[in-house]
């Protein structure tokens, strides 16, 4: 089944160069642009100005800063750790037929995108909701590209879900 879904979605590849394009800017350049999305997003989404108390907001600001970037972090180093101690290979060195759109060294599960960005968008959703929605589908976009684009099995990006997701709910209590 890991394989069947693999394929579906590798199946986009390689068709036009237009789609190749868009699938390696989903895998590879957004993951860049959510990262500053959500450090422009907490910074201009405050009420430091409408406060009766902007010296508590700002540092309330902060707190939030270090939730939201902190957690994440923490879940990609987890993931990491568990790269080296599980050894997954990835889909075009196991696969004969699979050639990656591009080329993504070290072992493959869990992915450390899936990880992060499922972390910061459950991190988001949990302080604001229609934000956090937002960044979850860009964990599932950045997920299925890099599905598509060969570097990764299916199953290493629902374990990249899951890690995440259950990481920023346990930590979610500090």
Do not use: C
Request: aromatic share 22%.
């Amino acid at each position: 089944m890991n394989e069947t879904i693999f394929y579906f979605f590798y199946n986009l590849a390689h068709q036009f160069n237009f789609l190749d394009s868009v699938i390696i800017f989903l895998a590879v350049y957004l993951p860049w642009l959510v990262g500053v999305s959500a450090f422009l997003f907490l910074i201009f989404h405050h009420k430091i100005h409408k406060s009766p108390n902007p010296l508590k907001e700002f540092i309330n600001k902060w707190r939030e800063f270090f939730y939201v970037f902190f957690i994440p972090s923490l879940a990609w180093i987890i993931a990491k750790i568990l790269k080296s101690m599980v050894q997954t290979e990835r889909p075009f060195l196991l696969l004969q037929n699979v050639t990656a759109l591009f080329n993504e060294p070290g072992f493959a599960f869990p992915s450390g995108h899936a990880t992060f960005f499922s972390a910061l968008g459950f991190v988001l959703f949990r302080k604001h909701k229609r934000a956090g929605y937002i960044f979850i589908l860009f964990a599932i976009l950045i997920g299925i590209a890099r599905i598509a684009s060969g570097v990764h099995f299916p199953v290493d990006i629902l374990g990249g879900f899951l890690l995440g997701w259950i990481i920023a709910f346990f930590l979610r209590f500090i």
